[in-house]
């Protein structure tokens, strides 16, 4: 949606119920993408290929090729990014039928989960945001090792008087480097992060980065429909 970034939160909510925004589709580099989601946003992704021939390819590019500057009416619950993304799938195979038999509502979960139920996406990969990253990293530093990656961060601490093995050392500054980046965009912080890139590619040997805490998968997850209820007992109120 073309949003007005002025908006106060109640009137950004309301417009978008109502149809106060416009839709339009941009066309950047996938990486840009990726990054403004994973690292400066902090959001987990998952990414699914389409089994597309090269010649569906090539007609969808240049059909959102063509629809760069052309609006749309925008509604959160039903016309939204999601419902243009079946639509973008309908038109490539129209034996699909994905906008014809979606839920009333249409956010990107179910989206993902109409064309994973016609056979339309690949195997599911993972791309986990700074802030996960940072989770792995935690799991497995050991306290003191934890101290000396948010001095390193701080810049409390110089890479170059962090003596260690190789290996461990490798480890400490890409943890610094992640939480560097995590904690803001500012001056001191990009001298702090060239410091220890550079420190970083002195070692001969590095370790390699620790598994991300398990997700659950976004195909796993309960539909948007779900009711749930629960219920409890306190042995002193009944």
């Given at each position: 949606?073309n949003?007005?970034?002025?908006?106060?939160?109640?009137?950004?909510?309301?417009?978008?119920?109502?149809?106060?925004?416009?839709?339009?589709?941009?066309?950047?580099?996938?990486?840009?993408?990726?990054?403004?989601?994973?690292?400066?946003?902090?959001?987990?992704?998952?990414?699914?290929?389409?089994?597309?021939?090269?010649?569906?390819?090539?007609?969808?590019?240049?059909?959102?090729?063509?629809?760069?500057?052309?609006?749309?009416?925008?509604?959160?619950?039903?016309?939204?990014?999601?419902?243009?993304?079946?639509?973008?799938?309908?038109?490539?195979?129209?034996?699909?039928?994905?906008?014809?038999?979606?839920?009333?509502?249409?956010?990107?979960s179910?989206?993902?989960?109409?064309?994973?139920?016609?056979?339309?996406?690949?195997?599911?990969?993972?791309?986990?945001?700074?802030?996960?990253?940072?989770?792995?990293?935690?799991?497995?530093?050991?306290?003191?090792?934890?101290?000396?990656?948010?001095?390193?961060?701080?810049?409390?601490?110089?890479p170059?008087?962090?003596?260690?093995?190789?290996?461990?050392?490798?480890?400490?500054?890409?943890a610094?480097?992640?939480l560097?980046?995590?904690?803001?965009?500012?001056?001191?912080?990009?001298?702090?992060?060239?410091?220890?890139?550079?420190?970083?590619?002195?070692?001969?040997?590095q370790?390699?980065?620790?598994?991300?805490?398990?997700?659950?998968?976004?195909?796993?997850?309960?539909?948007?429909?779900?009711?749930?209820?629960?219920?409890?007992?306190?042995?002193?109120?009944?």
């Amino acid at each position: 949606a073309n949003t007005n970034p002025n908006d106060p939160a109640v009137v950004y909510a309301v417009k978008g119920m109502v149809g106060g925004y416009s839709g339009v589709f941009s066309v950047e580099p996938y990486c840009s993408s990726v990054q403004k989601y994973v690292d400066f946003e902090n959001r987990d992704l998952w990414e699914f290929r389409l089994p597309l021939t090269p010649e569906e390819t090539e007609f969808l590019v240049d059909h959102v090729w063509e629809l760069r500057k052309i609006t749309f009416p925008y509604y959160y619950f039903d016309l939204n990014c999601s419902y243009q993304v079946l639509a973008l799938l309908d038109m490539i195979r129209p034996d699909l039928h994905l906008v014809q038999e979606s839920l009333p509502w249409i956010i990107p979960s179910d989206t993902v989960k109409t064309v994973h139920q016609r056979r339309f996406l690949g195997t599911p990969e993972f791309r986990p945001s700074l802030a996960t990253k940072l989770q792995g990293y935690e799991k497995i530093l050991l306290p003191e090792e934890r101290r000396q990656v948010r001095q390193l961060s701080d810049g409390a601490l110089s890479p170059q008087d962090l003596s260690l093995p190789s290996k461990l050392k490798g480890r400490l500054l890409e943890a610094a480097a992640l939480l560097t980046d995590y904690s803001g965009d500012t001056k001191k912080s990009k001298e702090v992060l060239l410091d220890i890139y550079r420190e970083r590619s002195t070692l001969k040997s590095q370790d390699s980065p620790p598994s991300p805490p398990e997700r659950v998968s976004l195909l796993e997850t309960h539909g948007s429909r779900q009711i749930g209820g629960g219920g409890g007992w306190n042995a002193t109120k009944g």
